[in-house]
Nanobody, 124 residues
């Protein structure tokens, strides 16, 4: 069983920045692709960004391109989501998830393990 723990969420003003972290409980994490998803109240969970097992490939949803950066440090079992230029529409609970096959995917059902989420609130 893989445990993922997110942190770094909080309340920030429009235009501000946050860095989310996702720490995994197992060293096999280094073979997993990791995705970030978010879910706002009343909406479906949506893909935000993903990084391949070695960090060489990334993917982003269009609405965050140029503002968010996903990266990983396998020595620390950690994936980061640097969020700059935050907007009110970025307000959501952010989840990290692991794809044990190492593939970057945009669908939630491609991911086997999920964290508990961290709240990001952007105030205008």
């Amino acid at each position: 069983q893989v445990q993922l723990v997110e942190s770094g969420g909080g309340l920030v003003q429009v235009g501000g920045s946050l860095r989310l972290s996702c720490v995994a409980s197992t060293r096999t994490f280094t073979t997993y692709a990791i995705g970030w998803f978010r879910q706002a109240p009343g909406l479906e969970r949506e893909f935000v960004a993903a990084v391949s097992w070695n960090g060489k490939d990334t993917d982003y949803t269009d609405s965050v391109k140029g503002r968010f950066t996903i990266s990983r440090d396998n020595a620390k079992n950690t994936v980061y989501l640097q969020m700059n230029g935050l907007k009110p529409e970025d307000t959501a609970v952010y989840y990290c998830a692991a794809d044990i096959f190492g593939r970057i995917g945009v669908r939630a059902d491609e991911y086997s393990y999920w964290g508990q989420g961290t709240q990001v609130t952007v105030s205008s």
